[in-house]
């Protein structure tokens, strides 16, 4: 069994920032690649960074710039450190891990639960 948590959305005024992070616990071998999506309403999800798991990362235009994704694998977590947010970053966050949970066996998918974050003044 594998759970992610994730933490740190909230309202924030336009031109502040926020972290958000995902604490991935239980049976983990190993975490590939992780990513960040988000989800406004009326809207379909979108990928918002994504690093590899030798740490190459790539955004989407809307966040680069201002949005770094990071990891930290000895404690199975990753962040998203989010600046200068403007209104058009509403949204729900969710965080996504491919963990394999044994050695030898193909990562899958994990997705947060989804956090929402609120830029509003």
């Known amino acids: 069994q594998v759970q992610l948590v994730e933490s740190g959305g909230g309202l924030v005024q336009p031109g502040g920032s926020l972290r958000l992070s995902c604490a991935a616990s239980g049976t983990i071998s190993y975490i590939h690649h992780v990513g960040w999506y988000r989800r406004a309403p009326g809207k379909e999800r979108e990928l918002v960074a994504h690093?590899?798991?030798?740490?190459?990362?790539t955004y989407s235009d809307s966040v680069k710039g201002r949005f770094t994704i990071s990891r930290d694998n000895a404690r199975n977590a990753i962040y998203l450190q989010m600046n200068s947010l403007t209104p058009g970053d509403t949204a729900a966050y969710y965080c996504?891990?491919?963990?394999?949970?044994?050695?030898?066996?193909?990562?899958?998918?994990?997705w947060g639960q989804g956090i929402q974050v609120t830029v509003s003044s």
């Open positions: 996504n891990l491919e963990i394999a949970t044994a050695r030898g066996l193909v990562p899958i998918d994990y």
């Open positions: 690093i590899t798991a030798v740490g190459t990362t």
